[in-house]
Structures are given as structure tokens and as C-alpha cells.
């Protein structure tokens, strides 16, 4: 019984750092879209994506942070302090907690269980929806070697990037027979810009870490960064045909052709996406780049002041345990 | 021939094997599509006769019963099935339903109002005048 002991307050620890991480993340993530949403694209998307991997980490982080002193005794038995200690729950290697697991403990792990195998579910179902989807765009009777893109023959006008581990570019021949041989230059450009960045696979990495935040600041944090994404992609496609209004120009262009055919439009949407922020980006002067190491340094003293404060945090954690598991 | 609605287009190997076999004219009866078929295969006519069904409820065949056995036969050209495939896959990308593995030069999901679209392009059309009477 005692591992299983064990096992359960390290699995419940585990859970209340997990939630407690989602709620600090979440509620400081508005604050970190201010300060970054004036940064040049591409240090805005590396520091959002730091950012949501954020949950994952502070988690992790603080739990090891409350197992230190345990799996320090394990180690160097000398330093086992669960003797000095008696009368409450130990978390601890060395000295598991000898009553029999408490059910209320064992229910409240199986809510928590359950509900992260609906998310996983889901999520599940949507990627291989998706996955469907991309299989049958990247049907290789479409491949057109000179123009190193799949085309589509569908008169929608759809420029893609479609594919998590080897992602190829998708068009139509209907956008190919409605733009310039120039136009079409800055949209390839763009989407290899999204290949080389692997940006399908970080998003979702992130959408994976970020399950725990609070929906809606969940849905803004993934919304800034993909904004962040393609803001980039138009900077790299601006930089490779030399002309960064010409982007703009594609952008309100395709916009353009793809509010044209009807019936094709989805649910109809005033806000316009990311078209307003792509064209007003690029209207602007080019905003130089910069490192994270402010952040990075920020986010390393963070990492340290968890584990100094790692006896404290150990014994709140027993408390909590204990009044839960009693 | 009939139309209807064909869900879900994307089809598995053997079924697709079975609507080619009956596009090009091939006789419609399981026995008959599992000797042409079946046998480099080493699947039965069972197998067949299941894969037959299948497609009849996705709606892509239509069948008589002559005797005891169904004879199927196309309900689309192979042409008509192409483009209605492809209409529902676009469909498919304008409801996002393929976001997480795919991304769009422009949004798919959200249209920008008409307000915003005239308000940008005259910004851009400014910008790029006043870029043309620079020396």
C-alpha cells in the first residue's frame, strides 16, 4: 500500500502544480501580449512560444521544486528530514505514507484523468479529421515540378502550406490563372517561409501545452502567436522579392478573390482575421529584431528561486496533501 | 444519373479498386468483381460483397437484384465524383476543419468586412503611388 502511497501524492502534487501553473500563466498572459505585441514578428513569435510551453515548464518546474528535499534523502539518506517531522503526510521516497489510499483522493485523480482523456480525445478526432484533409491535398498526380507545388484543380483560390513533418505548398489553378507570375512568387516565398520555420509542428506543440490556461486567454495566446507566425512569413516573403508593400498588395488581392465566389464564403466575419494586422505591419517601417535573453534570464531566475525555495514549498505541499487525503 | 450527397469521399484502397473496376465498364456482380479483384488480393467474396455494400450506403452505387445476387453499378461518372469530391474537400478547408495541419496564405475561416478590405487597399494603392513619384 505504501507505494501506491506514494504514487497517489505525488500524482495529486503533480496535478495541483499542473492546475496552479495554468491559472498563473493564465492570468498573467494578457500582460505579456501588451509587451510584446510591439516587437518585430519574429522575436514576438519566439517569445510567445517560450511562452506557452510556460505551463509545461512552471509546472514541472514546481513540482520538482517540492520533490527536491525527498529525492535529495533518497540519494544522500543523511539528509532525510522526515524524521524531525512526525504527524502529517510525508512526501517522501524514503518514508511513503503507510494508511491505505484515500478513495475521495483516488476519485478527484480519476475526474482529472477522465477529463484530459476527453480533451486527448478530441483533439484526437480533429487531427485526423484534419489529417484526411491533407492527405488528399497532397495527392502526388497534382505535383507540379517546375513550379515545386502541388496544384489543385479547383477554381477556389487557395495558396497552402499543408503537412506537419514534411509540409508542402498546395495552390490552385484558379489563384494561379487570376494573379501574376509576381504574385505568385511572394505567396510561394511565404509558405516556404512557414516550411523552413516549421511553424504547423510548434503550433501544435503549443496548442498541446497550453491545454490547462483558460479557454479564452488560451484562444488569444494561440492567436497572437499564429498572427506573430505570419507576420514573419510576410517579412521573409517582403525581404525575398524585395518589395514588402507588393506583399500587402497580394494579401488585399486574394482577400479579394476569395470574398468573389459565392456560396463559398464560410460563416460570415466582419473582423476580417489577420488580414487588417498583416496589411497594417507591413505599411509600416520594418521593426528590427532583438534577442530574448531579458526574458530568457527572467524566466532562468524564476527556475532558481523555485528550487531555493524548495524546503518551504515541500512542506506547504505535505500540508495540502495531507487536508486532502484526510 | 442521380445525384446525391457522397460522404465520406475520401475511399479506402479496396474501395477505390471497386468503383475503378466498375467505371471502366466491369461487371457489377460480387462474384464477377471478386474473380477480378479478389484473388491477387487474397480476399473472399465476402470481403467484396461488404466493400460493395459499403459504397451503396455511401451513396456512389445503385443496385438491382437479378436473381438472387445485386448487380452494382456507378450512381457518378468517375468525373462527377472528382469534382464533387473536390468541392467537398475545398469545403472541407473553408470550414477549417483541416487548421491544424494546414495553413492558408489568407484566413479561410474569416473574411474581412468590406469596410476594412476598401479602407486597406486605398491605404496600400496611397502607399504605392507615393512610392512611384520618388526618383
Not at chain 2, 479602407?119 to 504605392?128: D, I, N
Request: proline share 5%.
Amino acid at each position: 500500500m505504501s507505494s501506491l502511497g506514494a504514487l497517489q501524492l505525488v500524482l495529486l502534487a503533480g496535478l495541483g502544480f499542473a492546475l496552479l501553473s495554468g491559472a498563473v500563466v493564465s492570468a498573467l498572459t494578457p500582460a505579456v501580449l501588451a509587451r510584446v505585441t510591439p516587437w518585430a514578428p519574429d522575436r514576438r513569435h519566439r517569445a510567445l512560444l517560450l511562452w506557452s510551453l510556460a505551463p509545461l515548464g512552471l509546472g514541472l518546474a514546481g513540482l520538482l521544486a517540492a520533490l527536491l528535499p525527498s529525492l535529495v534523502a533518497l540519494r544522500w539518506p543523511a539528509h532525510d528530514h522526515c524524521v524531525a517531522h512526525h504527524g502529517h503526510v510525508h512526501l517522501c521516497f524514503l518514508h511513503p505514507p503507510t494508511h491505505a489510499a484515500n478513495a475521495a483522493s483516488w476519485m478527484l485523480l480519476a475526474l482529472a484523468a477522465g477529463w484530459f482523456a476527453v480533451r486527448s480525445a478530441g483533439s484526437l478526432a480533429g487531427l485526423l479529421r484534419a489529417s484526411r484533409v491533407a492527405t488528399r491535398l497532397l495527392d502526388p498526380r497534382h505535383d507540379d515540378a517546375a513550379l515545386g507545388a502541388r496544384v489543385l484543380p479547383t477554381e477556389t483560390p487557395l495558396c497552402l502550406l499543408v503537412g506537419v513533418v514534411r509540409p508542402a505548398v498546395v495552390v490552385s489553378a484558379g489563384l494561379i490563372a487570376q494573379v501574376s507570375q509576381a504574385d505568385l512568387a511572394v505567396m510561394l516565398h511565404h509558405e516556404r517561409a512557414h516550411a523552413m520555420r516549421r511553424d504547423t509542428l510548434l503550433r501544435l506543440l503549443a496548442g498541446a501545452a497550453t491545454v490547462l490556461l483558460w479557454r479564452p486567454i488560451r484562444a488569444r495566446l494561440l492567436r497572437a502567436l499564429t498572427l506573430s507566425a505570419e507576420q514573419s512569413c510576410d517579412e521573409a516573403a517582403g525581404r525575398a522579392v524585395g518589395d514588402r508593400l507588393l506583399v500587402a498588395e497580394v494579401i488585399l488581392k486574394v482577400e479579394r478573390l476569395l470574398q468573389m465566389p459565392a456560396g463559398l464564403a464560410p460563416a460570415a466575419a466582419s473582423f476580417g482575421g489577420d488580414v487588417p494586422a498583416r496589411v497594417e505591419a507591413l505599411l509600416e517601417a520594418p521593426r528590427t529584431s532583438g534577442t530574448l535573453s531579458r526574458p530568457l534570464a527572467l524566466a532562468a531566475l524564476a527556475t532558481l528561486g523555485l528550487l531555493a525555495a524548495s524546503d518551504p514549498l515541500h512542506h506547504v505541499t505535505e500540508s495540502l496533501l495531507g487536508a486532502l487525503t484526510h | 444519373m442521380a445525384s446525391g450527397p457522397i460522404r465520406p469521399p475520401l475511399l479506402g484502397t479496396l474501395e477505390a479498386a471497386v468503383m475503378e473496376h466498375l467505371w471502366r465498364g466491369g461487371d457489377g456482380e460480387a462474384k464477377a468483381i471478386h474473380s477480378a479483384l479478389g484473388a491477387r488480393r487474397g480476399i473472399t467474396v465476402n470481403t467484396v460483397q461488404s466493400t460493395l455494400k459499403r459504397l451503396f450506403e455511401k451513396d456512389l452505387l445503385e443496385r438491382d437484384k437479378v436473381s438472387h445476387a445485386h448487380v452494382y453499378r456507378p450512381r457518378l461518372s468517375r468525373e462527377e465524383f472528382q469534382h464533387r469530391a473536390l468541392g467537398e474537400l475545398v469545403g472541407a478547408l473553408m470550414h477549417g476543419e483541416a487548421d491544424a495541419m494546414v495553413s492558408a496564405f489568407v484566413e479561410l475561416t474569416e473574411r474581412a468586412g468590406p469596410e476594412h478590405l476598401a479602407r486597406l487597399e486605398a491605404l496600400v494603392a496611397e502607399r504605392r503611388a507615393r512610392a512611384k513619384e520618388r526618383p
